[in-house]
């Protein structure tokens, strides 16, 4: 029964693209948020999220109309936002966590700047709504074409990272050998940088800003709990994505009666934080349930001595 | 500047200089994504408030918002401890699903109730002259004005009280525990402060803007400074001087007040960051030009002190045949010579170059040989 119901939600014209869609997305985040969390920056998503703001009026300011350039815009900020945090930590004793938030903090606020602007003195700019961008549109507006920019970009920055997966893992676990080696480490992070910006943009109207930074964090650390490997880390935080995406959004359905409608940034991440949480108890070897059973007898307690 | 501009004006510098103080310590524990995380929260604890009291009005919604920030830095500690994630993994894990909660219950239960989103996620600092006005003789102070210059004075007197033990767990917690301070302890009465702090801003200047309060001021002065109490002062200054900068320029552009105040931080620590002296980009990128202008004379030096006496100087200290043999284009060669002379390191004895007594001494020093 439940089944039933389950797959004719899925076959539902208005729900498909939109399940698709997000778990492209998640599938996406999830390949890509793996690096960041390895490399303990798992909160650049959240800073390139924010950041993305100014980006998306500046592109309307200059003429931008269509989605693509929008997202475009936040695009390029996001990745502004990124360098000036990396060089401000190179040339000075800044903290790399500091000169995040503070990058974080200050693209937003000007952002709204140039968004307060734009719905004063730009006729028609009143349909950029910034809460589109803080909480994500409702999903139920997204229609099959919104598809392919998600499915699109988001191939191009999986394939990136498969191109360059060597390079990649290396500047992660040893960025001084990858630099003796030769290799043009900061162009490297630069790009890794702008594949997280990449995955972020394209779900910013889906999901929104402070949810989307969840998408890269979450199923990445609940991969992590199941390998050691990074490419079985990746290829298990894709697909946890993935599912986040898909069953988020049919939960988002189910919850929406004709008293309110649920948007599906929400469930999609507490679907994500939900996996994350199920991988911390029960993945062997590692899970606490697992633990628990380990620590009896604690390796480390005193053996007994023979009299 | 009106009576008007005046009153927001007020508000928004008591916003910054009450930030600026717990900021220094959230900058200088690698703290600040903590802060960013716990003001993200704020909502969750508002909203699940709302649930239990269903009263717009009531201060049980601040209570509930600052305790959610505690938790959330419980929680996250939680998480690290297991040992399955690392810090940053675990604040992103915590406060997107709790933000997550708060939107869902918002959006299932409380599609009625008036929670206007971009008064609560951008602040309303430029409406502060609705607020009720509290007396004191014949001046009043806005209520939201009084309760951040409250805020500030209770960041004042703590750090007053605690500096000695929150300047030694900051810089050394090893030894801050041995000697029995407590870590725990102070770091969750200062997260308790960050908590309280962002919660009395929230009205003001909502919660992502905060971060921009709590951390750029600190960090500007981070750069200017090596002593903890220079800092405190000159991140309230700078707080407090970009507020009042921040919020005339939003008067004039006639656009949103805490944003311009945050774009004005970011300007002020790109300026800071560019000039100051000692540390800025500018200094740092002088102070290498000079010591490759040093180098060079040295390597000069070593050059002709090498070949000082032998055969071989007859062409190797030729001025005009140096770029052969030190691989310099001949118009570096000429700058480098030039340098030379006008230091007294080297003399010219027609087509040859020689050292003088100070240039021979800089070869030595630095080839590692006693002076002779």
Redesign the interface.
Known sequence: MFADSLLSLILDPAVRPVALGTAALGAVTGAVGTFA?VR????Q??AVS?AALPGVALAYLLGGRSEVVLVLGAAVTGWVAMALVSG?VR?????F??????A??????????L???LN?HVPGAATVR??NY??GQDAALMRASDLWPVLGLGGGAVLAVLLFWKEFKLLSFDPDFAASLGLPTRRLDLALTGLVVLAVVLGLQTVGV??M??L???P??AA??WSDRLGRVAVIAAVFGAVSGLAGTLLSHV?SGE?????T???I??VA?GI?LVS?LVAPR?G?VWRLRLTRPTPLAPSPTPP | MNAVQFEVVLLVVAVAAACAVPGVYLVLRRLALVGDAISHVLLFGIVVAYFLVRDLDSPWLMAGAALSGVLTVALVELLQRTGLMKEDAAIGLVFPALFAAGTLLASMYFRQTHLDVDQVLLGSAEQVYQTQRVYFGSVYVRQPTLIMIGMFAVNVGLVAVFYKELKLSTFDPALAAALGFLPGVLHYGLMTAVSLTTVAAFDAVGPVLVVAFLVVPAMTAYLLTDRLSRMLVLSVLIGAAAAVAGVMLAFRLDTNTAGTVAAVLGLVFGVVFLLAPGRGLLSQVLRRWRQRREFHVTMLAIHLHQHEGTPAEADEARADGLHRHLYWTPAEVAGVVARAERGGVVTRAGELLKLTDEGRRRAREVLGERPA
Do not use: C, N, W
């Open positions: 969390v303990r920056q798992s909160l998503g959240d924010h401000v040339r000075s004793r800044v903290p966590d500091a000169a995040l938030a503070a974080l903090a200050v693209f937003f606020g000007l952002g709204l700047v968004l307060t602007y004063k910034p809460q803080l909480f402070v949810l930074s969840a890269i964090v979450a990445a650390v992590r709990q919850l008293r309110a409608t649920v948007p940034g929400p469930t991440v507490l934080t994350a911390m590692r606490l």
